[in-house]
């Protein structure tokens, strides 16, 4: 279900139609004073939820956090301070987490670039998922290789997978032009 926000309102109405229907739940971290900049307010907002949902039933591996990533053109600290909501959301509320990823580089130039940086940082920090853009190739690619520094592709199969027959390529290209250079 999308989604469910720290709002009383919101909580009573939304979490008993998720706990019928044995539905998961994405929990947005805002509440009636809306979107703290401070993240621990976004993390006790994020806790609430997670306690009331427990309190429908629901459990915490159904709730998926969005820890509300905000633009860091606008907020200096706003990449530190999703990270450290992220490691916190993992670590002491066991949550999977997910975000719109692109919000981080909202207003900036090259928000490819960003985006690039923010997805393995946030990948270590305990992101389970990422609303983003799978066409952007430096994002994806910085994706797969946070994957294979993580572990989370086994012997980099799916890494070589991708880039074997492109590096192959890219060696067959460089011969051809040393041999026409010799000749």
Avoid at 1 to 6: A, E, F, R, Y
Avoid at 78 to 97: D, F, P, S, Y
Avoid at 105 to 110: E, I, K, M, Q, V
């Amino acid at each position: 279900v999308n989604s469910v926000t720290g709002e009383d309102e919101r909580l009573e109405s939304v979490l008993p139609l998720v706990a019928k229907h044995g539905a998961a739940v994405v929990a947005i971290s805002n509440d009636e004073t809306g979107i703290s900049e401070d993240p621990d307010v976004r993390f006790e907002v994020a806790k609430k939820i997670v306690e009331r949902a427990a309190d429908h039933g629901i459990s915490h591996k159904d709730i998926l956090v969005d820890p509300l990533v905000m633009p860091i053109g606008a907020i200096n600290s706003a990449g530190k301070q999703v990270i450290h909501l992220l490691r916190r959301l993992r670590e002491e509320l066991k949550v999977n987490t997910t975000c719109g990823a692109s919000n981080v580089s909202f207003g900036l130039p090259h928000r490819n670039g960003i985006n690039a940086a923010f997805l393995p940082m946030a990948m270590a920090a305990g992101m389970t998922s990422a609303i983003t853009n799978p066409l952007h190739p430096e994002v994806m690619q910085a994706v797969m290789g946070a994957d294979v520094m993580m572990g989370n592709d086994p012997n980099c199969a799916r890494w070589i997978a991708k880039y074997r027959d492109q590096a192959s390529l890219e060696g067959a290209r460089r011969d051809r032009g040393r041999r026409r250079r010799s000749a």
